[in-house]
């Protein structure tokens, strides 16, 4: 039967060699963060279905893109795509204080309640659109988009504080290049690509048409 230890493993795999990420993969367990019919397959690196046609990351995926955001622990993350917060609590391990949009309703009170039960403090979960981000808690020193779109949505660009990174599938969601990017002079700048993986779309305002 699979455990936490084999995520670790398989972020190892991935080339994830963050001690205090891979940390934070084996104290945070998945099983309570997925569908309670799924838990048996939670330690498995793959994504797992859950409402709306949605999944949640493949794991060694999810931390290839955090280590990218290379986190300090007294930085501000925004993510876009809480689902059942998984990634969102590993977020919260590695920074001071974490705001999530989640377009779901019923997927943000899911996630809501895996933070209320596992003591997860300094993650807010906030339903709206995605690709319009939270400018209200602006800047933030780091941004993960758990989503697909062709291009950064610019309301994303304004609101990565100056030096921040933002990490973001580009592409039409299916194949999509993970690409890790910098603000620098006020421009967003491409540092180099993450991986390939499959996300679904994202959409919203600025992004994919609803």
Request: glycine share 8%.
């Amino acid at each position: 039967m699979t455990q936490p230890a084999d995520l670790v493993a398989a972020s190892r795999a991935a080339g994830v060699r963050d001690p205090r990420l891979l940390e934070a993969i084996a104290a945070v367990p998945r099983a309570q963060f997925v569908p309670p019919d799924l838990a048996a397959h939670a330690y498995d690196d793959a994504p797992l279905p859950i409402p709306h046609d949605q999944v949640t990351t493949q794991p060694s995926l999810v931390a290839q893109m955090v280590q990218a955001l290379d986190l300090s622990s007294s930085g501000r993350v925004l993510e876009i795509g809480t689902g059942y917060g998984w990634q969102t609590a590993l977020l919260a391990r590695l920074a001071n204080e974490v705001w999530s949009v989640e377009r779901w309703e019923d997927i943000a009170r899911t996630a809501r309640r895996h933070f209320e039960h596992h003591g997860v403090d300094n993650a807010t979960v906030v339903v709206g659109d995605g690709s319009a981000g939270l400018p209200e808690h602006a800047p933030y020193d780091a941004i993960l988009v758990a989503a697909a779109f062709l291009q950064v949505p610019a309301p994303l660009v304004e609101q990565l504080a100056e030096g921040g990174r933002l990490v973001q599938p580009i592409g039409l969601g299916g194949a999509d290049e993970v690409v890790l990017f910098e603000k620098r002079l006020g421009e967003l700048e491409r540092r180099r690509r993450v991986t390939h993986a499959h996300f679904v779309r994202l959409y919203g305002e600025h992004a994919f048409p609803q």
